[in-house]
């Protein structure tokens, strides 16, 4: 049966260039790392970029879980990042960021 979700892929035009905007802007590190593939490990799941030169810009569905989403709003802003402003959905916050293709992503604070 299904043991667990290994990898979410974001296929994206230049692996290289959104690699170092994770790395730069979101602060994640890769544990592999080539042109066509880079691999950023979180605590329970991958997110992979993946070469794609047909890619367009999409809600990506991935949603970064965060203890203090304003800091995180706030720093992302600080470093020229495309973010919203942070909503009140009830049962927590929510902001959106985007890459330099345009993909969103969420970022998340439960109450």
Request: aromatic share 12%.
């Amino acid at each position: 049966m299904f043991k667990h979700i290994k990898y979410v892929i974001v296929r994206v035009r230049d692996v290289s260039s959104i690699a170092s905007f994770f790395m730069d802007k979101i602060g994640l590190k890769p544990s592999y790392k080539t042109s066509i593939w880079t691999e950023f490990p979180l605590e329970n799941i991958t997110i992979a970029l993946l070469q794609d030169n047909n890619a367009s810009p999409r809600k990506t569905g991935i949603v970064f879980e965060v203890d203090d989403i304003n800091e995180v709003v706030g720093r992302l802003k600080d470093k020229d990042v495309e973010v919203s402003e942070i909503n009140d959905i009830g049962f927590g916050l929510l902001a959106f960021f985007k890459d330099l293709e345009g993909n969103e992503y969420e970022i998340f604070q439960p109450r």
